[in-house]
């Protein structure tokens, strides 16, 4: 079974900063490229942004700039550090392996994974 442990939401106002982590196996870490993906009441879970084992990343449009996707070889941990803050960004934001396509071909049933973590809240309200 595969382990993905988001966690760092939590409740900002708009303009403010989050950071969450997800902790997956080691294996999992190195063998696949990780994305945050993020999931609204009412919407289709949505790709944010990813990163390759060597280090490139890919961003959703409506992220990039704001948010910036990392990872820590030591602790097999991916962490999205995501700054100014908008009412839109609010949903559910998890983990997982991610597909490496160009953002503009990215489609969810590319990422129509059967293994989900919990997820971790994030809420911008002012």
């Known amino acids: 079974q595969v382990q993905l442990v988001e966690s760092g939401g939590g409740t900002v106002q708009p303009g403010g900063s989050l950071r969450l982590s997800c902790v997956v196996s080691?294996?999992?870490?190195?063998?696949?490229?990780i994305g945050w993906y993020r999931q609204a009441p009412g919407k289709q879970r949505e790709f944010v942004a990813a990163?390759?084992?060597?280090?490139?990343?890919n961003y959703n449009a409506s992220v990039k700039g704001r948010f910036t996707i990392s990872r820590d070889n030591a602790n097999n941990t991916i962490y999205l550090q995501m700054n100014n803050l908008k009412p839109e960004d609010t949903a559910v934001y998890y983990c997982n392996k991610a597909p490496w396509v160009p953002v503009a071909s990215m489609r969810p049933d590319l990422y129509n994974y059967g293994d989900w973590g919990q997820g971790t809240q994030v809420t911008v309200s002012s």
């Open positions: 990163i390759a084992t060597n280090g490139p990343t």
């Open positions: 080691r294996s999992f870490f190195r063998n696949n490229a």
